[in-house]
């Protein structure tokens, strides 16, 4: 067989290495060693290649990732041209070794348009835009005219600057040129004009462009939704489909953007449905944006059903599902999805950390927190400002204030969200004082507060019930110019409210513009604390008439108010309203729902919604226990807390004073010694005055005022007035003078204004049949210019309040009421009921200072 001709076999050889390193380079670094494998062949052949064909394989390095081997390749070149020259400046470029591709730019004998380009472009890649922009300048010095590939990196330049000046100068080039026309350079226009907040300029240009592709509309849909103009965006996505022009990844992904921001979930789920009929459902950036849009729609059927459709989980895929994950309270199963991100080798950014370290927040992940906080350290991205934001947010929420004010007090940048989360942390931890005072550092440091640090403050200065502090505050806001946001003027409502000026809370609360349901709750809610809760259900009323929607606090606000005033109607009518709106799946709604109806005296119902509950917490429990107490049902109480300890709920001090209240109502004196001391004893409580008062009134009926006093006198601290009247009580059953005159001097010592001491010492004298010391106890009374509050009483009938006070002739009915009540006391006595001699106890108009002296000087020790 013979050879080809010399020239001939060349030209092959030229054609066939040539063709193998397009290939190479076509392929990327995956075809790395066949390229190498190609060049050996060539060198091992004794092949020369032409300019041409070493040009191929500086290509095919430069493609590879490979810029060392480029760079042997160049040198070894006899002759070189200006393709030679920017394919191994592209090299470098791409490699990020920008120094050695400047040094190599110099040396250039005549840099072209090309080169220039790759240099302006990779600087602008890195997001040095100025150095890209400046060299620009330089190439215009040097004379060489700019194509469309300039104007495109200018305008991206330009872009990320959101220099819009600039970006107008730009384009008056580009005019000035002639390739304005171009679709390259006109879509990059489009794009300029949108990242440079300047859409109407942007949306203006895309329409009058002769030639439009789909970056042109892909462009002009993402100028509107980062200027969130997210309709118009959605309009233009359906116009581009009408043209049939096709999709792109773009387009779909700024659509899906659109939808998450508008939390449009119907119309993603028809994007969803297009994108799968389009093939571009698994794509990696369209997937991720699919992701994050039923994340934030909050509906994660649909969003784990995206994230697993995909065949490849990125960063971001990962990260839009967490965040989904935390935004919906499932912390426990965004910690799992970090940890599927670091086992499948996906890895993390600072979005993943942020995201695991408010999962860890979410659930009070103290330990898994320091563990990933160690994890932030080893991989540098903790010096992020927002990954320590986050940190710091964890730490304040797990409590643990003195690695947050560490992480603070390192921090070398701080923004408005490090000094919120401070903030925030330490009014969360009751450290209200330094609240306050961190507001004041903030202020010096020169960063003005925005509503979510006038929220925590204001919160700060609510748990202080300081109206001074609160003032200040409010006078800061009205300066500030946030005196009329919704968020931040609801907030001073609850302050002022909380620090009982309601009435000023209510001129504020008529001066908002726009009324957010805080401020409603807010006002509903002083009522509650102020012991107002007829006006409370009547600003209810209110609420429900101007439209507004209760959400469960307003409901469980309200139940409160029903079960003081006993409005059991009121009670169900919101009850309804609850199971209508499913509501009673809530801890809080249910438990609210189950003291509403004990203190009503519905305890039937009351224990159909304890054991209709969901999930049951120690609130709950408590209602029950106390309701039972309240109604003298003792032995039912007792049984429900042996459910309770059964059930491993841990009792609370207000649980065990309901206990020692049933205790008392049944006159169970041994059982109540035994739960007074489980308290220490098993679940470390230490009783509380309230405890005492209970034994008090438990060992004064069983065993007498006398072994109740010697009690009071082995407390480990000082009786106060509740303890010292409810032993007076007893005395007034026993008929104990002495102990009686005891208890009442220790009442007056702690608070001589308290009237009803003086009518309970009248009733143990009148008892007694000593009626001279009832005449100088009620005559000291009107001396002292104290008053007894009159006794008051309320039913409702047919919706209606009805409400009685002692001597009270204003209700329309009172005629028939006094009626019937003399009726009731006739066949009383012909029942045989005698009044106790106490009612009524005639008394003497006179008396004197000394006799109250005297009374006073009683004090027994």
Request: contains cysteine.
């Amino acid at each position: 067989m013979s050879r080809p001709p010399p020239a001939q076999a060349g030209a092959l050889a030229n054609a066939t290495f040539s063709h193998l390193f397009q290939l190479c380079a076509h392929a990327g670094r995956a075809a790395l060693g066949a390229g190498r494998a190609a060049h050996a062949r060539m060198l091992v052949s004794g092949f020369v290649p032409t300019t041409f064909v070493a040009n191929c394989l500086l290509q095919m390095y430069a493609r590879c990732a490979d810029a060392a081997r480029a760079r042997r390749a160049f040198d070894a070149m006899p002759h070189r041209d200006t393709v030679s020259w920017n394919t191994m400046l592209t090299a470098y470029a791409h490699a990020g070794d920008m120094d050695t591709a400047v040094s190599l730019f110099g040396a250039m004998p005549d840099p072209d348009v090309v080169s220039w380009n790759t240099l302006v472009s990779s600087y602008c890649q890195r997001g040095m835009f100025r150095e890209s922009l400046g060299l620009f300048l330089e190439m215009s010095r040097h004379g060489v005219d700019p194509d469309r590939t300039t104007f495109a990196v200018l305008l991206k330049a330009c872009s990320g600057l959101e220099d819009l000046a600039l970006g107008v100068q730009i384009h008056a080039l580009a005019v000035k040129t002639g390739l304005e026309a171009d679709v390259r350079a006109g879509s990059a226009l489009v794009d300029m004009y949108g990242k440079c907040r300047s859409l109407e300029d942007a949306l203006c240009f895309f329409q009058g462009m002769g030639e439009r592709n789909w970056v042109s509309w892909g462009a002009a849909i993402a100028g509107c939704v980062q200027n969130e103009q997210y309709t118009r965006g959605l309009e233009l996505f359906a116009q581009m489909q009408r043209l049939g022009l096709g999709v792109s990844q773009p387009a779909y992904a700024s659509v899906f953007r659109s939808c998450a921001a508008m939390s449009c979930l119907s119309t993603a789920r028809q994007l969803h449905a297009h994108a799968i009929k389009n093939k571009f459902s698994s794509d990696r950036v369209v997937g991720t944006a699919i992701v994050d849009v039923y994340a934030k729609a909050d509906s994660l059927v649909d969003a784990r059903k995206a994230f697993f459709g995909l065949l490849n989980h990125t960063v971001e895929t990962c990260n839009a599902m967490m965040v989904g994950l935390v935004r919906t309270g499932l912390g426990a199963e965004a910690m799992q999805l970090f940890q599927f991100m670091m086992r499948s080798g996906t890895g993390f950014d600072v979005v993943s950390l942020s995201g695991v370290f408010s999962a860890c927040a979410e659930v009070k992940g103290y330990f898994q927190g320091l563990q990933v906080h160690c994890l932030a350290i080893k991989s540098g991205f903790d010096v992020d400002v927002c990954v320590r934001n986050a940190i710091l947010d964890l730490y304040g929420k797990c409590k643990a204030l003195v690695e947050a004010h560490l992480i603070f007090q390192e921090m070398e940048q701080r923004d408005s969200v490090s000094w919120n989360a401070i903030i925030a942390a330490l009014e969360q931890n009751e450290c209200y004082e330094d609240t306050i005072a961190h507001l004041n550092e903030m202020l010096r440091s020169g960063m003005e507060p925005d509503g979510f640090t006038y929220g925590s403050v204001l919160k700060a200065c609510s748990g202080l019930e300081s109206l001074e502090y609160g003032l200040m505050v409010h006078n800061k806001i009205i300066k500030s110019g946030l005196g009329l946001d919704a968020f931040v003027a609801s907030t001073v409502v609850d302050m002022y409210c909380k620090c009982g000026m309601i009435t000023e809370a209510q001129k504020l609360h008529e001066r908002i513009g726009r009324q957010e349901l805080i401020s409603w709750n807010s006002i509903i809610s002083g009522f509650l604390l102020n012991k107002q809760s007829e006006e409370a259900q009547k600003f209810f009323s209110e609420m429900l008439d101007v439209g507004v929607k209760p959400d469960h606090f307003t409901y469980a606000t309200v139940l409160d108010t029903c079960a003081n005033l006993a409005t059991i109607e009121l009670g169900k009518q919101i009850h309804g309203q609850i199971i209508k709106q499913e509501m009673l799946g809530d801890e809080y709604i249910s438990s609210t729902l189950i003291d509403m109806y004990a203190k009503c005296g519905n305890m039937p119902d009351s224990l159909l919604m304890f054991e209709k509950a969901h999930k049951l917490d120690f609130v709950s429990w408590n209602a029950m226990i106390c309701g039972y107490a309240l109604h003298g049902q003792g032995l039912q109480a007792l049984e429900m807390f042996d459910r309770m300890q059964k059930a491993n709920v841990l009792p609370n001090h207000a649980t065990f004073v309901a206990v020692l209240r049933a205790c008392s109502h049944v006159g169970l004196l041994d059982d109540g010694c035994r739960y007074f001391h489980l308290m220490t004893t098993r679940y470390n409580l230490e009783p509380q005055l309230e405890h005492f008062a209970c034994m008090v009134d438990i060992l004064g009926r069983s065993k007498g005022p006398q072994e109740a006093l010697n009690f009071i006198r082995s407390m480990p601290f000082e009786a106060d007035a509740v303890i010292w009247k409810t032993l007076l009580s007893i005395c007034k059953i026993r008929q104990d003078v002495e102990v009686a005159e005891i208890a009442a001097s220790n009442v007056l010592r702690l608070d001589p204004d308290d009237s009803s001491v003086y009518i309970l010492l009248s009733n143990v004298y009148a008892e007694s049949g000593n009626w001279v010391d009832v005449s100088r106890t009620r005559r000291l009374m009107r001396q002292g210019r104290l008053k007894k509050e009159p006794g008051c009483s309320w039913i409702e009938v047919q919706s209606e309040m009805h409400g009685f006070l002692v001597g009270d002739k204003v209700h329309p009915r009172s005629r028939e009421v006094y009626e019937m009540l003399n009726d009731l006391i006739g066949e009383m006595k012909l029942s045989g009921y005698e009044p106790a001699s106490a009612i009524f106890a005639e008394v003497d108009e006179e008396g004197s200072m000394s006799e109250q002296d005297d009374l006073l000087g009683t004090v027994g020790d």
